[in-house]
């Protein structure tokens, strides 16, 4: 496994099946960056898909624990491996079911809600906006969601529902492309470029 110092792993490191979904690299780096420092922290993630960020939170929150939600038992199966390969499984609780009505499973042990310092949106289907406040309603005062989306309306939806918290939400649209290699051999090779799907990242800060 690369050193932390060298980023996140690449796409290529991770187990993939079919069907899970796995965010693309440039947009593991981004999330991670606004979302830092991790360390001691306590995050709740909805939509673990192949475990892309998951694997990315708990490499950095040493002494903090992750909570990922996840609907589909194929796509938990795909993350705990890949948690497992990257030595950080017991840093994270795999919960499985559907959000926002799962949140009403994580309750301390006074059977009070749990809350977090950050809260990660990657899947969120027809109901981002709702989600979205349900989330950031298990913020602690000073605590970060952060959500992507690849959807225009997605986006839209989480960027209206966090304005009507009463938040001042801030929006960047990523359209990456990466090289690979093309025609030729030694030095005369050459690249071309392949684009990634733009995706929108959505986050703001809970100050009370």
């Known amino acids: 496994i690369p050193p932390l110092s060298k980023g996140v792993l690449p796409d290529s490191w991770f187990v993939r099946h079919e069907r899970p979904p796995l965010s693309k690299e440039i947009t593991r780096a981004l999330a991670v960056s606004f979302l830092l420092p991790l360390d001691g922290l306590s995050v709740l993630e909805v939509g673990t898909g192949s475990g892309g960020i998951t694997v990315e939170l708990a490499r950095r929150i040493a002494g903090g624990n992750v909570v990922s939600v996840e609907r589909s038992p194929d796509a938990l199966a795909v993350a705990e491996e890949n948690l497992r390969r990257a030595g950080v499984f017991d840093r994270v609780r795999l919960l499985r079911g559907s959000a926002p009505e799962v949140f009403a499973e994580l ?58 918290l009463g938040a001042t939400p801030s929006l960047t649209h990523v359209n990456a492309s990466s090289a690979r290699e093309s025609a030729g051999q030694g030095a005369e090779s050459s690249w071309m470029l392949l684009a990634s799907n733009p995706v929108f990242l959505i986050y703001a800060d809970r100050n009370a």
């Open 107 to 164: 309750n301390d042990r006074s059977g009070a809600p749990l809350r977090f310092h950050r809260a990660v949106i990657g899947g969120h289907g027809g109901a981002s906006g709702e989600i979205a406040t349900a989330a950031w309603n298990r913020l602690l005062p000073g605590g970060r969601l952060l959500a992507t989306a690849n959807m225009p309306s997605s986006a839209d939806a989480i960027y209206r529902a966090l304005k009507s």
